[in-house]
């Protein structure tokens, strides 16, 4: 079976790869896999929105396989929901991790009762060989920490502190990450579904 996924993101890319590993059966690939795609620009409103585009556009040119299309991002509630699905472009279009991190942080700490209170959230659109349409959700529950810290994972990983943890997802790791991640609940519904029809 084949399972190609709609990012150029390296990081996220990985993370699939981790948390696929133990299928054997299972070739994974990505965009960065084909010389001339183009993707579109993620301009929905939703995380499922913008999922749906990533899908959509790998499909046309990888459309008797299956294909992944995620969107996902972190919302913060002191800051009405941002960064949301601004998540990867929070601090300019061609933003690194750590100036996204670093305008978070600036925005939380300019409010005058910052609420850090935060979840990541993960929304994938998958495509069966066939064109159905299959959508799953996944979140994780946490808190901003005050400064960066870890080394592990990317994006905002190094200031999200789990609920119900005092380290950050960078200070936990991959272990920890793969088991209960946002990205890895949205898997895991796709992966129990797929073995309903795939058995």
């Not at 789990?162 to 796709?190: N, V």
Request: with cysteine.
């Amino acid at each position: 079976m084949e399972l190609w996924i709609a990012t150029g993101n390296k990081g996220k890319l990985a993370e699939y790869k981790q948390l696929l590993r133990e299928l054997p059966d299972l070739k994974v690939f990505s965009q960065g896999d084909i010389a001339s795609f183009t993707p579109r620009p993620e301009d929905g409103k939703t995380f499922e929105d913008n999922a749906r585009i990533k899908a959509k556009t790998l499909r046309a040119v990888k459309n008797n396989v299956w294909v992944l299309g995620e969107d996902a991002g972190l919302v913060v509630e002191g800051l009405n929901g941002l960064p949301g699905i601004h998540s990867a472009r929070y601090a300019g279009p061609k933003a690194s991790d750590s100036e996204n991190v670093s305008k978070l942080l600036k925005m939380i700490t300019l409010r005058p009762m910052p609420n850090k209170n935060a979840k990541f959230v993960c929304t994938t659109v998958v495509y069966t060989p066939t064109g159905e349409e299959w959508v799953f959700n996944g979140e994780m529950k946490g808190t901003i920490a005050s400064k960066p810290a870890g080394l592990h994972g990317f994006g905002y990983d190094p200031v999200f502190i789990p609920e119900g943890q005092t380290q950050t997802l960078a200070e936990l790791g991959t272990g920890y990450k793969s088991l209960l991640s946002h990205r890895a609940m949205a898997l895991k519904a796709f992966l129990e579904k797929l073995q309903t029809v795939n058995p």
